[in-house]
Each structure stands twice: as structure tokens, then as C-alpha cells.
Nanobody, 124 residues
Framework: QVQLVESGGGLVQAGGSLRLSCAAS????????MGWFRQAPGKERECVAA????????YYGDSVKGRFTISRDNAKNTVYLQMNSLKPEDTAVYYC?????????????????WGQGTQVTVSP
């Protein structure tokens, strides 16, 4: 049974930082591309960042480029999202997801497994 468990969310002031972690189990982690998505109230879920199987390629959404960094540790079955210079508009539920295929790295439909999400709230 595949499980993706996010942690590290919380309340932070604008300009602050948070580091999200996603621990995976029940799958061969190194065989999966991993992504971080977020969904704010009333908005569609969007890809924030994604990383390929060996960590050699990354994708970032335009709104987070230069502020967020995705990384993975295949030995620990964990993917991370370092978020710096946070803004109120970054407030959302953040989800970790795993993709075993080869379709678009940033596409929602490419991902098979999803975590339960962790809330990130950035105050002005």
C-alpha cells in the first residue's frame, strides 16, 4: 500500500521560510518522479515543483521560481520542498505526489499517488 506523508507545514510570516518533507512508502521510490502541488481555496490545484527520478531535472512554476527548491533523497525515500521568501499568496494546502510514468512532469494527470496534504499559511 503506497503512502505519501507530508510534514513541515504551518503558519509563517511573509518573508519567512518553511521546509516541507514527504516520506514515501510502499513503492520503489527511485522509480517515481515526484511533485509538489498546492491548492488554495476556490482555485485549481497547481504544480509548484517537480523532480525526475534521479534528481537531475527539476521543474518550477513561474510563481515560485527563485524562491522554492525541490530535492529528493532516494536513500531516505523522501522528497523536500524548501520554501523561502514566502508570500501571502503562497497560502494553500500543499500536496506531495508520485508519478510512475513519462508524461508531462507538471501535469496533474501524470501523478498516480497523492499525500493527504499539509497546510501552509503565510501571514502579511
Amino acid at each position: 500500500q503506497v503512502q505519501l506523508v507530508e510534514s513541515g507545514g504551518g503558519l509563517v510570516q511573509a518573508g519567512g521560510s518553511l521546509r516541507l518533507s514527504c516520506a514515501a512508502s510502499g513503492l520503489t521510490f527511485s522509480s517515481y518522479r515526484m511533485g509538489w502541488f498546492r491548492q488554495a481555496p476556490g482555485k485549481e490545484r497547481e504544480c509548484v515543483a517537480a523532480i525526475n527520478r534521479n534528481g537531475g531535472y527539476t521543474y518550477y512554476g513561474d510563481s515560485v521560481k527563485g524562491r522554492f527548491t525541490i530535492s529528493r533523497d532516494n536513500a531516505k525515500n523522501t522528497v523536500y520542498l524548501q520554501m523561502n521568501s514566502l508570500k501571502p499568496e503562497d497560502t494553500a494546502v500543499y500536496y506531495c505526489a508520485a508519478s510512475g510514468g513519462w508524461a508531462g512532469l507538471s501535469l496533474l494527470s501524470s501523478y498516480t499517488y497523492w499525500g493527504q496534504g499539509t497546510q501552509v499559511t503565510v501571514s502579511p
